[in-house]
């Protein structure tokens, strides 16, 4: 699992509300990435780091923000939650070996917008 | 804008049987292609990589195969099982530099399921 965690791994809140959901990796990737999974849609990439405070959109990044302020620890944040954003959350890792670039995800985090 | 598309979207086979699933992409200048499996309520697992200057990668039981030029890549499944049963996914990564290192367009899935 190219030791990453998401937590929490289960969230319900309420319309309006703050979120912050967390990645964090033990192996001190450079790049890591947060998508989202909903059905019909697959997973679409929401933001990426590429280095410690170094961040870029995606293609879904409206209504989230991210934060990077050490090489673990990736932060997704929704600053007024929607019924929209009501997903399931995942966090990635780009590891690379001989010259080949894979991507490993978290297990995963169950968002549940009421 | 890259857009992944995976044909059958849901696939119901008796055990044993080989098969086949297919995705397809719209811009060919890709820098690999992934094949990941999801089990239900858990994360991605990567199966298979295969580079743009590959035409197929081999682990086990799987095949996968990539004809760039027409944008489609096959998974091939030999002898499946009951323990293949999974959503499989897969997804390319064009070929850019800079910041745009790593990121993935994903197809929606092809939801395999494999009878006794």
């Known amino acids: 699992d190219a030791g990453i965690t998401q937590s929490p791994r289960h969230k319900v809140t309420e319309t309006g509300t703050p979120v912050t959901l967390r990645c964090h990796q033990t192996e001190n990737h450079r790049y890591m990435y947060w998508y989202r999974q909903d059905p019909g849609h697959g997973l679409r990439l929401i933001h990426y780091s590429y280095g410690v405070k170094d961040t870029d959109k995606g293609e879904v990044s409206d209504g989230y923000s991210v934060s990077r302020s050490k090489t673990e620890d990736f932060l997704l944040t929704l600053e007024s939650a929607t019924s929209s954003q009501t997903s399931v959350y995942f966090c990635a890792i780009s590891e690379s070996a001989g010259g080949w670039e894979t991507q490993y995800f978290g297990p995963g985090t169950r968002l549940l917008v009421l | 804008k890259q857009e992944v598309t995976q044909i059958p979207a849901a696939l119901s086979v008796p055990e044993g049987e080989n098969l086949v699933l297919n995705c397809s992409f719209t811009?060919?200048?890709?820098?690999?292609l992934q094949w990941f499996r999801q089990d239900p309520g858990k994360g991605l697992t990567s199966l298979l990589l295969i580079q743009s200057s590959q035409r197929e990668q081999t682990s086990g039981r799987l095949n996968a195969s990539l004809d760039k030029s027409s944008g489609r890549s096959t998974l091939y499944i030999a002898a499946s099982q009951p323990g293949d049963s999974a959503t499989y996914l897969c997804a390319v990564r064009l070929y850019a530099g800079g910041t745009s290192y790593g990121k993935l367009t994903f197809g929606q899935g092809t939801i395999l399921t494999v009878h006794p």
């Open positions: 811009d060919s200048a890709i820098y690999n």
